[in-house]
């Protein structure tokens, strides 16, 4: 099957600092999805971004697909970003996503 | 539009007993997906349903686990017997029939005792 590799493992940042995270995959895909885990749990949709480059307030992403990565970008870290970040991928002709072990951060007040 | 619908949220059952996890999609969304948690790991794929079919089933373990998604009302997780490593959470997703794009309830977090 499919490999999902994540980068770093874990990070820790001082509130303000940018952060960026990164997603190594095996195979040519037809969906990633970036994803943050709460300190509770939750899973919140970030980005669908198969390809190119997205942005939404202090986050954004760029999936290069030929090349196999993906980067999430953070910036400005706040306190309330703390949690886990999971990248995920459907390879060509499946029909599942595929978890990276994550990333995971905390950012000190 | 309301998310992804999971029910119960946690759910405590005895060795032996039986689990039923519910998964209401979004609307439009004919597309079901189970991914499994276990403690400090990543999601695993379980099952992808669609209405009244299960399309890939290949990441459920054989035994006890089943899986279903009606005609008519949320899809269903269903452990029997369960054991202590069946202690979980236990996330439904779902897409709709022209996008890829998976949106995740909330999780039902089972725990056995």
């Known amino acids: 099957g499919i490999q999902v590799e994540q980068s770093p493992p874990d990070l820790i940042l001082q509130e303000g600092a940018n952060s960026t995270l990164r997603c190594n995959f095996s195979?040519?895909?037809?969906?990633l999805q970036w994803f943050h885990q709460n300190p509770w749990g939750q899973l919140i949709n970030l980005f669908y971004?198969?390809?190119g480059t997205k942005q939404n307030g202090r986050l954004s992403a760029t999936t290069v697909a030929t090349e196999r990565y993906s980067l999430l970008y953070i910036s400005s870290s706040q306190t309330t970003d703390s949690g886990v970040y999971f990248c995920?991928?459907?390879?060509?002709?499946?029909?599942?996503?595929?978890f990276g072990e994550g990333t995971q951060l905390t950012v000190n007040p | 539009n309301a998310g992804v619908m999971q029910n119960p949220r946690h759910l405590v059952r005895r060795r032996g007993q039986e689990a039923r996890l519910r998964c209401s999609p979004m609307?439009?969304?004919?597309?079901v997906y189970w991914y499994r948690q276990l403690p400090e790991e990543g999601l695993k794929f379980m099952v992808y349903?669609?209405?009244?079919?299960?399309?890939?089933e290949s990441g459920m373990p054989k035994e006890r686990f089943s899986a279903e998604f009606p005609k008519e009302g949320p899809s269903i997780l269903r452990i029997q017997q369960v054991v202590r490593g069946d202690s979980a959470a236990y996330f439904c997703a779902s897409s709709p029939p022209s996008g890829r794009e998976q949106y995740f309830g909330p999780g039902t977090r089972l725990t056995v005792t």
């Open positions: 195979d040519s895909v037809n969906n």
């Open positions: 349903l669609q209405k009244e079919n299960i399309i890939d």
């Open positions: 609307k439009g969304h004919s597309h």
């Open positions: 971004i198969p390809s």
């Open positions: 995920a991928v459907e390879r060509i002709g499946g029909s599942r996503l595929t």
